[in-house]
């Protein structure tokens, strides 16, 4: 019986996985001209180690950093980052986001081209968030690296509690 076991494993071993060339092909011919995201993402880091950052879209911001100054505890601060896709590559914004919910972020859903332009919307709502805060946006995207941080940063005066 544990003959018949070892022989029906070694049997599945060498000719259960043979690869169905047909099939493949079949698969290829599917899936060929079929434009997709994946299409414009491009992994710069190689198995070897290498990198190649010249294929990829390159988020440039006029600024990253911006203090709104002092305002009031209650008040809405609003500030739009501004960027240029200086890649060479479409530019795919896959998330933005802040360490609370009181700043919230807005990004393009759709693909920036290279050369183009676009903007980060960003609110922070003062409620509750007294003295100087710092408030860290995260952007994730097709570039290289792909995570790049956006600070809002300034002070906001307690409202007097009676």
Do not use: Y
């Amino acid at each position: 019986m544990r003959f018949l076991f070892i022989i029906t494993i070694l049997f599945t071993f060498c000719f259960g996985c043979t690869p169905d060339k047909k099939a493949d092909k079949k698969r290829v011919e599917e899936i060929s001209g079929v434009p997709n995201a994946a299409d414009i993402i491009r992994n710069p880091v190689t198995a070897s180690g290498n990198m190649d950052t010249t294929n990829v879209a390159k988020m440039a911001f006029e600024e990253t950093r911006f203090n709104f100054g002092t305002v009031n505890e209650g008040d809405k601060v609003k500030h739009t980052f501004k960027f240029n896709n200086n890649g060479s590559q479409p530019l795919l914004i896959g998330d933005a986001r802040s360490t609370c919910g009181c700043t919230i972020p807005k990004f393009p859903k759709e693909a920036i081209p290279p050369g183009s332009s676009g903007k980060i919307d960003v609110i922070f709502d003062t409620t509750n968030k007294p003295n100087q805060q710092h408030k860290p946006i995260t952007i994730t995207a097709n570039t290289f690296p792909s995570k790049t941080v956006l600070h809002l940063e300034g002070m906001v005066t307690p409202k007097n509690k009676k």
